[in-house]
């Protein structure tokens, strides 16, 4: 049978509310297994850590982790390269059901001038099947897992903007700029609309997860034409775990259309 269209909406949004939930909790669940926690951060005092994974499931799991510096392009989009910047082990890893497992990180480079990002993933592993899980077709859907790993500098600095605000045929964007040398966790963009009157008629809240230190992103929303018309002007609120920026745009009715 095939999915409709709601269908498969509704499981990219489950996906996404899964995701958001897992960034802003302090253990993660995934899958029968439960990190804790879901990152870590170090510095030139504290240059190592302990991730923790869990086996909440009935059955032995068997994982195996591999680092990755973690970096956002011109565009905002996360992207990951193989380093050799985190000393952890083990590299792999069983668990039987009920137990923890213990994974120790350490970073060999300290005290950077902007703050280095990674992910440890924590991939998990085909188990050995029995006969009688041979029986019919079976799919097996293995969970891996990004911890984020953050090793901060000597002195941070938080300072954000948000810069190229525009409205053209009912499309919103803006950009925020990581100026400061540490992350920020984005905990909701605020856009408010109000008329002429000063009364609100339009308002959204954008999501996102982490802004990387010296990125820029790019965020964008429609605002339906009957709201657009009547605005006279737009407010954002840029909020982070550290700060909260914000920025005004009037609009005109050729914005719109």
């Known amino acids: 049978m095939t999915p409709t269209m709601n269908t498969v909406a509704a499981f990219l949004a489950r996906h996404v509310l899964v995701c958001m939930m897992l960034a802003a909790s302090t253990a993660g669940r995934a899958g029968d297994f439960l990190v804790d926690p879901i990152r870590l951060e170090m510095s030139p005092t504290s240059r190592s850590g302990v991730i923790t994974v869990r086996n909440e499931g009935k059955e032995k799991l068997s994982f195996q982790m591999q680092a990755m510096e973690w970096t956002q392009d011109a565009e905002g989009r996360d992207t990951y390269t193989q380093t050799q910047d985190l000393v952890f082990f083990p590299r792999l890893m069983s668990v039987e059901a009920g137990d923890e497992g213990v994974i120790r990180v350490g970073a060999r480079y300290p005290s950077p001038a902007r ?101 820029t992103k790019r965020y964008s929303t429609s605002v339906p034409h009957e709201q657009c018309v009547k605005l006279a002007r737009l407010e954002i609120e840029f909020k982070t775990d550290k700060l909260t920026r914000n920025g005004k745009l009037e609009v005109g009715r050729a914005m719109c259309s």
């Open 115 to 215: 703050e280095k990002t990674y992910r440890l993933f924590i991939e998990e592993l085909p188990g050995a099947a029995k006969p009688a899980d041979r029986k019919g077709a079976q799919m097996n859907v293995l969970i891996r897992f990004g911890a984020p790993i953050f090793v901060k500098p000597l002195r941070t600095e938080d300072r954000l903007e948000i810069e190229a605000v525009s409205l053209a045929r009912g499309e919103l964007s803006l950009s925020a700029h990581n100026l400061g040398n540490q992350h920020q966790v984005v905990e909701g963009i605020r856009l408010t609309g109000f008329d002429g009157q000063g009364k609100e008629i339009y308002a959204i809240t954008l999501a996102d997860r982490y802004l990387l230190a010296g990125s």
